[in-house]
């Protein structure tokens, strides 16, 4: 299995807050991915990036900023947590767009 | 815009019954398919793809699936289902090289002793 971790795994916040979620991969992959997953919605598409400092938005990238300094590591921030934005977040990484994703064990986010 | 339908919520199957799990795509090319399972608590993983060729393709746990393109349909099947199989199962789909995946919505599959 590809080596992806996701920090922290668990977080109570309350709203206003920024948050940061981190996501770290050691297989070199190019691309990675937020997506957030609520019951009835699935997996959404948050940001992705395709290389170090390229990012592009998903489907539900409002209120959520990345950035990608170095190929392992990706960052989300929630500028100022809403409680809309409680919700578990998953990241994951592959080699190439249409290639396996490997997912991480998510984060559990409450956002009071 | 591509979209992919996951029309069952929940499906409950005896042990050691056949499952099939229905997925749908809205879009005229051949998209690249995928069906991912999510075991509770966890992220989720591969079970098989499709990018072309043989339209039947076998995957990991024992799973298949067959891309229908007169019907824009992925299910994916397996003859015998073992409590273990009981989580949720996502369809998605790319509808060529350089678009990104979109997820289903998830069947959750339930599994009688």
């Known amino acids: 299995d590809a080596g992806i971790t996701q920090s922290p795994r668990h977080k109570v916040t309350e709203t206003g807050t920024p948050v940061t979620l981190r996501c770290h991969q050691t297989?070199?992959?190019?691309?990675m991915y937020w997506y957030r997953q609520d019951p009835g919605h699935g997996l959404r598409l948050i940001h992705y990036?395709?290389?170090?400092?390229?990012?592009d938005k998903g489907e539900v990238s409002d209120g959520y900023s990345v950035s990608r300094s170095k190929t392992e590591d990706f960052l989300l921030t929630l500028e100022s947590a809403t409680s809309s934005q409680t919700s578990v977040y998953f990241c994951?990484?592959?080699?190439?767009?249409?290639?396996?994703?490997?997912f991480g064990p998510g984060t559990r986010l409450l956002v009071l | 815009a591509q979209s992919v339908t996951q029309p069952d919520i929940h499906i409950t199957v005896s042990e050691g019954a056949s499952l099939e799990l229905r997925c749908n795509y809205s879009y005229g090319a051949t998209p690249y398919l995928f069906w991912y399972v999510q075991s509770p608590g966890q992220g989720l993983q591969l079970l098989l793809k499709?990018?072309?060729?043989?339209?039947l393709v076998q995957g990991i746990k024992g799973f298949e699936a067959e891309f229908k393109r007169s019907q824009s349909s992925f299910n994916l099947r397996k003859p015998s289902v073992h409590w273990s199989d009981a989580a949720e199962y996502f369809c998605a789909v790319a509808m060529n090289r350089d678009d990104k995946i979109i997820f289903g919505k998830g069947t959750r599959l339930h599994i009688l002793p």
């Open positions: 499709y990018f072309s060729g043989d339209t």
């Open positions: 297989e070199n992959h190019r691309y």
């Open positions: 994951a990484s592959s080699a190439g767009q249409q290639e396996t994703q490997y």
């Open positions: 990036s395709y290389g170090v400092k390229d990012t």
